[in-house]
Structures are given as structure tokens and as C-alpha cells.
């Protein structure tokens, strides 16, 4: 029995050993991918459902690894945002993003470019000095970039960000709550929040044809958002028939696979060449 303990507690060390290095060795990589440019912004746009047309486009974060190939944020952001990584990401995009959204500008491309940003961000204090003092340097106004912020970080302290969320609102700087419906919004603090997009998360989008119950609560997300007059995007359209289950029910704009995945800034203009006419 003791040998058996013995086995077990150099089982979990050796467990806790690799898991420990492993989070390391992302953690140096991530730190080196900034300064090495492996970082990439991939743009997904926004359709307005009743006119057809682009509304703008969301920035996804893609890191171009020189072993690993092309990741996802799943596999690294959660990492980052265990420590202050995340701010140093967060600042990464929120100035390529105004790069990108310098160069569609000189092309007559005024395409508003929404950014997601970490709970962590949010608490730094100096994120709307920050946005502006980018948006400056490539000369844009601030009000070219949305804000995406998760429902969870913003009811985590939703007395806390009301004033930086103000801030942005006066500088034209729209704010969207993202995977709205898989937290615990408070109507009352929802109400007072200065915010101006509901984006309905993916899950219920991906099964509203065949579950009711989805349906139902797109429905009364669509409802919310009219009460409240914010416009609601949803997330995640992969066929016609969820496009149009959601343009029936009123919902305003969409994103997903049936009109574009997240493609390269370069590959925009000619994405929005094909689209648009
Ligand atoms: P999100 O903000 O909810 O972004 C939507 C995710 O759904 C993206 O995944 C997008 O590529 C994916 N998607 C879009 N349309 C479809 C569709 O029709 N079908 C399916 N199956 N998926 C679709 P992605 O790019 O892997 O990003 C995952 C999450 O990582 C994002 O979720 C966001 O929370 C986070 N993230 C991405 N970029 C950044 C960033 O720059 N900063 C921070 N803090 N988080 C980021
Ligand atoms: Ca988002
Ligand atoms: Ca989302
Ligand atoms: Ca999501």
C-alpha cells in the first residue's frame, strides 16, 4: 500500500511537472510570437439581414505558429488571460486593428472594425488612453473601432466599468456584449449599462432550426434588445434557413460561415468586391 502511494504521489508530480512546463514553454512562445510578428488579425464580416449589405467586420486573432502551424485563440487566449500576457495581446490587436483600419479607409473602405477585449483589459485603467493614443498614431478616429466584451466580464463588476464604457460611448466607440445568453445578465444592470449591440451567442443559433426551445430564446433575446434599443447581431450563421429564422424574427445583422469565415485584411477588399454590389 505504500508503494502504491508512493507511485501515485510521483504519478501527480510527474503529471504537475508537464503541466507546469508546458504552460511555461506557451507562455515564453506567446511573449516571443508578439515580438516576432506571428500574430495575425483574421476579419469576419457583419451583415445587415434587411438590406444585404456589410455593417463592418469582426477582428479574430489568429497566432501563426513556425512549428505548430495556424492556431486558434482557444488554444492560447484562455493561457494569456491567466496573467497579464492578455494586456500585451490586447494592445497588439487594438493597434493592428487600426493599422488595418487605416489602409481600408485610404482604399474609400470606411468599415467599422470591432475588436474583442479581455475581462483583465478592462481593469488595467488606461485601456481608453490606450485605444485612443493607437487610433491617433495611424489617424483614425476611435469611432472607426466597436468594442466586443463578453457578458461575463462585464457583470463580474458592472458598477466598475460603467464609467470607461462611457468614456468609449462619448468618443462614438460603440460597445457590443458578446455570447450574450450564456451568462447572468442583470436586466437592471443591462438597462443602465451604456451599451449598444446584443450579439446572440452561437450556441443557440447553431440549433434553432431543430430545438424550439433555442428558438424561443432567440426570440426573447430579439425582444430584449428591441426593449432596450440595442441592435442585435447573431453569431454563428451557417445555413439559409438559420438566416432566415433570424431575419423573420427581426433580428438585425449576422455573422458566420454562410457569408464569410474570418478571412486575412488583405483578402477583405475582395471579398467585399464579390459581395457587394
Ligand atoms: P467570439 O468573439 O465569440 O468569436 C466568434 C468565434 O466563432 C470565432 O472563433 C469565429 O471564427 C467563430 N465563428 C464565426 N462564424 C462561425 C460559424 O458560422 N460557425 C462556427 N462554428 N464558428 C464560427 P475564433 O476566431 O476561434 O475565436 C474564438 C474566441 O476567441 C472568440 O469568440 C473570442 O472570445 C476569442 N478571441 C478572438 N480574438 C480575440 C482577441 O483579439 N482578443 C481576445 N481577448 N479574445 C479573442
Ligand atoms: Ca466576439
Ligand atoms: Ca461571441
Ligand atoms: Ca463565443
Redesign the pocket.
Known sequence: AKEAGGNTYRFFRQEMLERTTRRLTLEMDLRRAISNNELE??Y?PKIDLASNTVTGV????RWRHPTRGMQ???EF?PLAEENAL?CD??AW?IGEACRQTAIWRAQGLDLKVA????AR?LETGDLYQQLCALAHQRGIPPSSLEL?L?ESALMKNPEGVTGLLNQFRQAGVRIAV??FGTGYSSLAYLRRLPIDILKID?SFVLDAIADEDDAQIIKTILALGQSLKLAVVA????SESQAALLKASGCDQA????YA??LPGDDIEAWLTQHTH
Do not use: F, M, W
Not at 453569431?235 to 451557417?238: H, K, L, M, P, S
Not at 455573422?255 to 454562410?258: F, I, K, P, V
Open positions: 488579425l483574421h469576419q469582426e477582428a479574430l486573432l486558434a485563440p482557444g487566449i492578455i495581446i490586447g490587436v475588436i474583442n477585449i479581455s483589459q466586443e463578453t458578446d455570447d452561437r453569431e454563428g450563421v451557417e455573422q458566420g460561415y454562410l469565415k474570418p
